[in-house]
């Protein structure tokens, strides 16, 4: 799904890859995916970077806003709400990631596409082809690998 102001998430189609899973592992498999997916995206932004292939993501923090908080690199954190709004929906052919407080959907889109804020990407959005980085889509071969 594309990034949008009402609707924050990203759905990977895993029908394809999950050919060699028995039907009744898919849905298991697909579901340890997008908790590795939200575990990657959590890892990345905590050091201030963009778990999205070539994704922006702006590290430091206005000398207001790093007083305010304290911190010194932008993590996405000051609340935790986004992140633990975040949620993951898994079926037997797909997963999504999506954030579902209305208040946290307009943080995260804003940090998505830099509208009111800086970009500080954690969301591939579909629209534009985006993906995620490498080293997250290798971590979901590896689960598939090890389900079959």
Not at 3 to 14: A, E, F, G, Q, V
Not at 50 to 64: M, T
């Amino acid at each position: 799904m594309p990034i949008k102001k009402n609707k924050i998430s990203y759905t990977l189609d895993l029908s394809e890859q999950l050919t060699k899973i028995k039907p009744s592992k898919r849905k298991a498999v697909s579901e340890l995916i997008g908790l590795t997916i939200v575990d990657s995206i959590e890892e990345y932004t905590a050091k201030g970077v963009s778990p999205v292939s070539k994704g922006s993501y702006k590290k430091s923090l206005s000398k207001e806003y790093a007083k305010k908080t304290g911190k010194k690199t932008a993590n996405l954190y000051e609340s935790g709400d986004m992140f633990g709004d975040m949620r993951v929906d898994s079926f037997k052919d797909k997963v999504t990631i999506k954030i579902t407080n209305k208040k946290e959907k307009l943080v995260s889109y804003n940090h998505n596409v830099g509208d009111t804020l800086p970009v500080r990407k954690f969301l591939p959005n579909d629209e534009h082809n985006e993906v995620f980085k490498r080293s997250i889509t290798k971590k979901i071969k590896d689960i598939i690998k090890d389900a079959e």
